[in-house]
């Protein structure tokens, strides 16, 4: 019990010792995977648009992958407001320990069930 009430403690002040980095290395990883799903979508209109391809299964999997990396990024985006979120007002409000944990526990927990879905697009798309 003591052992996670310290863990608790050292990651709230490890958040906010944090400063601005982390929450700028989490957009920017964010806004890579949007991008690189908004490239993916774009590529399968394009395709779509053009003729050169038709609406299949292959297609259907890239748009799949697409929208869930959209959907990752913004998992992704969520937990970096929740840092912020976190970093500013843990003194402020007074808000609990165990509140804030439950909140970033959850905004991780998030981006698992979309990394998970994710990838069960890729092995669809791929086999």
Do not use: H
Not at 19 to 38: H, K, M, N, V
């Amino acid at each position: 019990m003591v052992d996670k009430k310290q863990r608790r403690k050292t990651a709230i002040l490890s958040l906010k010792k944090s400063g601005p980095e982390l929450p700028e290395l989490l957009t920017q990883f964010s806004a890579g995977i949007a991008g690189t799903g908004l490239a993916v979508l774009l590529s399968v209109m394009c395709n779509l648009a053009c003729g050169r391809a038709t609406f299949c299964a292959y297609s259907l999997f890239n748009t799949g992958f697409g929208f869930g990396l959209v959907w990752l990024s913004g998992a992704v985006n969520k937990l970096r407001a929740t840092i912020v979120n976190i970093s500013k007002n843990a003194g402020k409000l007074g808000l609990k320990e165990e509140e804030m944990l439950q909140k970033l526990d959850r905004s991780i927990r998030d981006i698992y069930y979309t990394a998970a879905a994710l990838l069960a697009v890729v092995v669809l798309r791929l086999a």
